[in-house]
């Protein structure tokens, strides 16, 4: 081979070699710039919960990059009405199943009533029918306790549980039903963790533990507007498909936000509060936090720039 035909060849593999570096550059570039966004994230929840007086858990999922953030995510916290979605669950899957429909209908009885009824405690004088699909709604958007307990009653408290161990959530249990201080006061609570309720809901919007149709179904519920901190967080015009719950000393919310790029999870847990208000007060700016970053990852190119549409 000649000299020039040599050297000629040298300078394709060359400049190859050059495009190849100036690619993976950029690359590395982009990695380190949004790496510094994450760790200014991670810090600002960590001062969050070292500020907040109590204890708090944490899960975050990127389900575009598998990116996670955790904060005592295998710690077990009394769920509170946050349980009702994997309740939700069982009655979406119990209807694929062919044992209930959703459209059949429930009798309120007055002995079916507790605490925490909101609208069901009111109704029903001197009777009231209602429809599984219309319990589900009260549930999971007024968190109407009695509603709650007619589904749980309809669909067996035995059968959530299987469907939650049947999915490896072993940490997750509905143990009582709503508003039942005796079992609460034996030790039976309603639990997870962060990192359960985290995979429930990656397992739901990612695999095949419900049909497409009842999928949707079960996100449209939980995405009606309701009052949560999560919700609460973003501005209006974003999904959020949540459920929040309250208890003595105890605040969480667990959600997925519906962004294109980045649609993301966040499971807030907080127990041992001394102020209530402010372990709800935490669970907000913690999601306004992971709004921010996942919404300028979502509308910035590799390099930080936001083309806005003004």
């Keep these: ?3 020039f035909l040599k050297a000629k060849q040298f300078g394709y593999i060359l400049t190859a070699w050059l495009l190849l570096m100036s690619v993976q550059t950029a690359y590395l570039q982009a990695e380190t710039k949004t790496a510094v966004l994450e760790k200014k994230l991670i810090s600002e929840i960590k001062s969050l919960s070292d500020q907040l007086d109590g204890v708090l858990g944490l899960a975050i999922k990127d389900l575009s990059t598998g990116r996670t953030i955790f904060i005592n995510e295998n710690e077990i916290f009394p769920q509170a009405s946050s349980i009702k979605m994997t309740i939700l669950l069982e009655v979406l899957k119990q209807a694929e199943e062919g044992k209930l429909k959703l459209d059949e209908f429930i009798n309120l009885t007055p002995e079916a009533k507790v605490g925490g009824g909101l609208i069901l405690s009111y109704l029903g004088y001197p009777a009231l029918k209602i429809s599984i699909r219309d319990l589900c709604v009260l549930m999971v958007v007024l968190s109407d306790n009695t509603a709650t307990n007619l589904l749980i009653d309809r669909v067996g408290l ?3 549980n299987d469907r939650l161990q ?7 249990k ?10 609460a006061g034996e030790g039976r609570e309603n639990l997870s963790t962060p990192l359960e309720m985290m995979s429930l ?9 419900l049909s497409p149709g009842s999928r949707q179904e079960f996100f449209n519920i939980l995405s009606l507007p309701k009052d949560s901190p999560l919700q609460q967080a973003v501005p209006e015009g974003v999904v959020v498909a949540d459920k929040p719950g309250e208890l003595e000393a105890v605040r969480c919310n667990s959600g997925l936000v519906f962004l294109k790029k980045h649609p993301y999870i966040i499971c807030v847990m907080t127990t041992y509060l001394k102020n209530e208000a402010e372990g709800q ?8 936090a992971a709004f921010s970053y996942f919404d300028r990852l979502e509308r910035s190119s590799d390099y930080g720039r936001i083309v806005s549409e003004k």
Excluded at 281 to 288: F, M, R, V
């Design 281 to 288: 007060a935490t669970i907000k700016k913690i999601g306004q």
């Design 201 to 209: 809901l990656e397992k739901i919007y990612k695999g095949p533990v």
């Design 166 to 172: 049947g999915l490896g959530l072993n940490q997750t």
């Design 174 to 183: 509905l143990q009582r039903k709503m508003m039942d201080v005796k079992a």
């Design 158 to 160: 035995k059968n959530i």
């Design 1 to 3: 081979m000649s000299g």
